[in-house]
């Protein structure tokens, strides 16, 4: 079916959540638009202020494009907006949504087949003479293909998944005996199961993007590039604008590769062309674009002094550059605005524990304000905010902008000095040691930065936080997060539907005698335990007759720590047998069995993460006498024990 032409939007449906759920109805709001929000139990602040929220059965349903596509009828919205992440990408939910008479606000379904697949992507820009690496031209889901593109072109080489995303799918191999593990589990985070390989080019090379904007009848716009060469685990952390390269004639052609892309196939809407660019040599190779809202178009919006989401949702409604108010802008990429702008992703990550989620209720935060300090997130004062594995970590996004890169630095240093969040552990000690390490005073960060660096940033932020004082002088008692529930280090006690007890009530005085009770639970409705609990029971006393049935809600309780923990044993970290999760997430698999023998390194299973999938090793060489019980897909805690690994002769006696 042919897309849906241009018109106005009267009623926009926002499909997807956190910050940049916020953030599109915000937008949408000051365009007069009605808004309709989704969101799921016990993830609902996003939905603030929107006309209208509808619920969604789970998380799962942020991916359901039939899903989607029945919400859009059932409350007679025109247009959907899908942010990024979950659908952003999806050419099927352009297509789906056509059929109805919806309008999916983006680059639409053509344009996406174009763009969204990195292979098709690839060969666009080989057809606009763009330098690219050496690359599969086709897909795989075989190791054995990986490793023969690695044979012929040499190392290092980057693994990608064809429909990847947010870090997902990414693995650089440096050395042939991890190419196996390595394109295993990038084939696994890929929905489609297929990946493409292609020579890396890392060391000396940073990561710079440009914001392309069109209005698919090919005119097109860019508004200057970004660079997000501080990343882990291929997830940017830190970004900034423009790019720090001072010689701008050598970022222009970046620039002029990106609009000539853009116009050859008539781009409609915002896009994000990424590159690798090496500001010594000069040279740049194209990396893969992303059609849609970018996370970090906040950065862009600071020097510019647009509202992209505003002027994405005007071009979707027909309007002109001239119209959307973007003329004035020069397009001369030697002469970028006369700004800098920092934008720093706070997570719910623990860096001391190899970025490992941290689950559990946020007790309190406080974000910075003042001239140049714009805050993007989803929090709201009053309203709890539970982290779980379901979603991406991000919390807040913390944007300062300034005339010159070393005020925008210090903005930067003294933005995160008044920043807290209590209840969970966040990268904010690591953020601090980034923006006041030297290198990045002087901008002098690649793509290899952050992972050659780590250790001592490590060590900085620790140091950091020794110094740190009292921001209120002691003048006021706060609770700490340790009396207010604090971090939950694994996942929360898992009560299912149609869990059961048997409970005997024994008098321990007078002549009562003993009564026993049956307890079964029909529906879990909340499980935040133990700050909160809510379900619906079955209840019998035997001899009785027949059930009772109740809702129970609990609002809290003095249980110790210790019952957080899941129902597998804990790994004893003095012991150097035991193989420790260092992350919560939901177990993939065990790729070891009792009996067997494993080297240093080697890998004893898998977890997956915020859709990334983690290879737990095994710290020395031995003998496997024991391995957890936990099925995959199950729940798993950190601190959880996963396997014990004996040395080989001991495992013998």
Request: hydrophobic share 40%.
């Given at each position: 079916m042919a897309?849906i032409?241009?018109?106005?939007?009267k009623?926009?449906?926002?499909i997807n959540?956190?910050?940049?759920?916020?953030?599109?109805l915000?937008s949408?709001?000051?365009l007069g638009?009605?808004?309709v929000?989704?969101y799921?139990?016990?993830?609902?602040?996003?939905?603030?202020?929107?006309?209208?929220?509808?619920?969604?059965?789970s998380?799962?349903?942020?991916m359901?494009v039939?899903g989607?596509?029945?919400?859009?009828?059932?409350?007679?919205v025109?247009?959907v907006?899908?942010?990024y992440?979950?659908?952003s990408?999806s050419?099927?939910?352009?297509?789906?949504?056509?059929?109805i008479?919806?309008?999916v606000v983006?680059?639409g379904?053509?344009?996406l087949?174009?763009?969204g697949?990195?292979?098709?992507?690839?060969?666009?820009a080989e057809?606009?003479?763009?330098?690219?690496?050496?690359?599969?031209t086709r897909?795989?889901g075989?190791?054995?293909?990986?490793?023969?593109f690695?044979?012929?072109n040499?190392?290092?080489?980057?693994?990608?998944?064809v429909?990847?995303?947010?870090g997902?799918g990414i693995?650089?191999?440096r050395?042939m005996?991890?190419l196996?593990?390595?394109?295993?589990?990038?084939?696994e985070?890929?929905p489609s199961k297929?990946?493409f390989?292609?020579?890396?080019?890392?060391d000396?090379?940073?990561?710079?993007e440009?914001?392309?904007i069109?209005?698919?009848k090919g005119?097109?716009?860019?508004?200057?590039?970004?660079?997000?060469?501080?990343q882990?685990?291929?997830?940017?952390?830190?970004?900034l604008?423009p790019?720090?390269?001072?010689?701008r004639t050598?970022?222009a052609?970046?620039?002029?590769?990106?609009?000539?892309?853009?116009k050859?196939?008539?781009?409609?809407s915002?896009?994000?062309?990424?590159?690798?660019?090496?500001?010594k040599?000069s040279?740049?190779?194209?990396l893969e674009?992303?059609?849609?809202l970018?996370?970090?178009?906040t950065i862009?919006e600071s020097?510019?002094s647009v509202?992209?989401?505003k002027t994405?949702l005007?071009?979707?409604?027909?309007?002109?550059?001239?119209?959307a108010?973007?003329?004035?802008?020069?397009q001369d990429p030697?002469q970028?605005?006369?700004?800098?702008s920092?934008?720093?992703r706070?997570t719910?990550?623990?860096?001391?524990?190899?970025?490992s989620l941290?689950?559990?209720?946020?007790?309190?935060?406080r974000?910075?304000?003042?001239?140049g300090?714009?805050v993007?997130?989803?929090?709201?004062?009053?309203?709890?905010a539970?982290i779980?594995?379901?979603f991406d970590s991000?919390?807040?996004?913390l944007?300062?902008?300034?005339?010159?890169?070393?005020?925008v630095v210090?903005?930067a240093?003294r933005?995160?000095?008044?920043t807290?969040i209590k209840g969970?552990?966040?990268?904010?000690?690591?953020l601090?040691?980034i923006?006041?390490?030297p290198d990045f005073?002087?901008?002098?960060?690649?793509?290899?930065w952050?992972?050659?660096?780590?250790?001592e940033?490590?060590?900085r932020s620790q140091d950091?936080?020794?110094?740190?004082?009292?921001?209120?002088h002691?003048?006021v008692n706060?609770?700490?997060?340790s009396?207010?529930?604090?971090a939950?280090?694994?996942?929360?006690?898992?009560?299912?539907?149609?869990?059961?007890?048997s409970?005997?009530?024994t008098?321990?005085?007078g002549?009562?005698?003993t009564?026993?009770?049956?307890?079964?639970?029909?529906k879990?409705l909340?499980?935040?335990?133990?700050t909160?609990f809510a379900?619906e029971l079955?209840?019998?006393?035997q001899g009785?007759?027949?059930?009772?049935?109740?809702?129970?809600?609990?609002e809290?309780?003095?249980a110790?720590?210790?019952?957080?923990?899941?129902?597998?044993p804990?790994?004893?970290?003095?012991?150097?047998?035991?193989?420790?999760?260092?992350?919560?997430?939901?177990?993939?698999?065990?790729?070891?069995?009792?009996?067997?023998?494993?080297a240093?390194d080697e890998?004893?299973c898998?977890?997956k993460q915020m859709?990334?999938?983690?290879e737990?090793?095994?710290?020395?060489?031995g003998?496997?006498?024991?391995?957890?019980e936990?099925e995959?897909?199950?729940?798993?805690a950190?601190?959880?024990l996963?396997?014990?690994?004996?040395?080989?002769?001991r495992?013998?006696?």
């Amino acid at each position: 079916m042919a897309p849906i032409a241009p018109r106005p939007i009267k009623r926009l449906l926002v499909i997807n959540r956190g910050e940049i759920a916020t953030r599109i109805l915000s937008s949408a709001r000051e365009l007069g638009i009605d808004t309709v929000a989704v969101y799921t139990e016990n993830d609902v602040s996003h939905t603030y202020n929107a006309r209208q929220a509808v619920q969604l059965s789970s998380p799962a349903s942020y991916m359901d494009v039939a899903g989607m596509v029945d919400v859009a009828k059932k409350y007679s919205v025109d247009a959907v907006h899908p942010g990024y992440g979950f659908l952003s990408e999806s050419a099927d939910l352009a297509a789906q949504m056509a059929e109805i008479g919806v309008m999916v606000v983006g680059p639409g379904a053509e344009n996406l087949s174009r763009t969204g697949d990195k292979l098709s992507a690839r060969r666009l820009a080989e057809e606009c003479n763009v330098p690219v690496l050496p690359a599969f031209t086709r897909p795989t889901g075989k190791v054995e293909e990986v490793r023969k593109f690695a044979e012929e072109n040499g190392l290092p080489v980057m693994i990608k998944a064809v429909d990847g995303g947010g870090g997902r799918g990414i693995r650089l191999v440096r050395n042939m005996d991890d190419l196996k593990s390595l394109t295993t589990r990038a084939i696994e985070e890929s929905p489609s199961k297929q990946v493409f390989a292609e020579r890396a080019a890392v060391d000396g090379f940073r990561h710079v993007e440009v914001q392309i904007i069109g209005d698919g009848k090919g005119n097109v716009m860019h508004l200057w590039e970004r660079e997000c060469s501080i990343q882990r685990r291929y997830q940017k952390i830190v970004e900034l604008a423009p790019s720090m390269t001072v010689d701008r004639t050598k970022v222009a052609p970046v620039i002029e590769s990106a609009v000539a892309m853009a116009k050859k196939v008539r781009y409609a809407s915002l896009g994000t062309f990424e590159f690798l660019f090496n500001p010594k040599t000069s040279e740049y190779f194209f990396l893969e674009i992303n059609p849609r809202l970018q996370v970090e178009h906040t950065i862009t919006e600071s020097i510019c002094s647009v509202d992209i989401v505003k002027t994405q949702l005007r071009i979707a409604q027909g309007a002109s550059f001239e119209e959307a108010g973007l003329t004035d802008l020069s397009q001369d990429p030697v002469q970028p605005p006369k700004a800098f702008s920092i934008q720093l992703r706070i997570t719910a990550e623990d860096p001391e524990k190899a970025y490992s989620l941290s689950i559990g209720k946020i007790q309190s935060f406080r974000f910075p304000s003042g001239n140049g300090i714009r805050v993007d997130t989803h929090l709201v004062a009053d309203v709890p905010a539970v982290i779980s594995t379901d979603f991406d970590s991000v919390i807040a996004k913390l944007i300062l902008t300034a005339r010159t890169w070393q005020d925008v630095v210090i903005k930067a240093q003294r933005a995160l000095q008044d920043t807290s969040i209590k209840g969970i552990a966040t990268n904010l000690a690591l953020l601090r040691a980034i923006v006041n390490h030297p290198d990045f005073e002087a901008g002098a960060c690649d793509t290899q930065w952050l992972e050659a660096k780590h250790d001592e940033l490590l060590k900085r932020s620790q140091d950091i936080a020794s110094k740190t004082k009292d921001p209120l002088h002691g003048l006021v008692n706060t609770q700490s997060a340790s009396q207010s529930g604090g971090a939950l280090s694994g996942a929360s006690t898992m009560f299912r539907k149609d869990d059961a007890w048997s409970i005997t009530l024994t008098p321990t005085s007078g002549d009562a005698t003993t009564q026993k009770h049956h307890l079964q639970l029909t529906k879990v409705l909340k499980n935040d335990f133990p700050t909160s609990f809510a379900a619906e029971l079955s209840y019998t006393i035997q001899g009785a007759g027949e059930a009772q049935t109740f809702r129970m809600d609990m609002e809290s309780t003095r249980a110790s720590g210790s019952t957080l923990n899941s129902q597998h044993p804990q790994g004893d970290k003095g012991n150097r047998d035991h193989v420790i999760l260092p992350i919560s997430g939901k177990l993939v698999e065990v790729l070891v069995d009792v009996g067997d023998v494993v080297a240093k390194d080697e890998a004893i299973c898998v977890v997956k993460q915020m859709k990334m999938e983690i290879e737990i090793r095994a710290h020395k060489a031995g003998t496997v006498v024991w391995v957890t019980e936990a099925e995959d897909e199950e729940d798993v805690a950190e601190g959880m024990l996963a396997a014990v690994v004996e040395d080989e002769a001991r495992a013998k006696l």
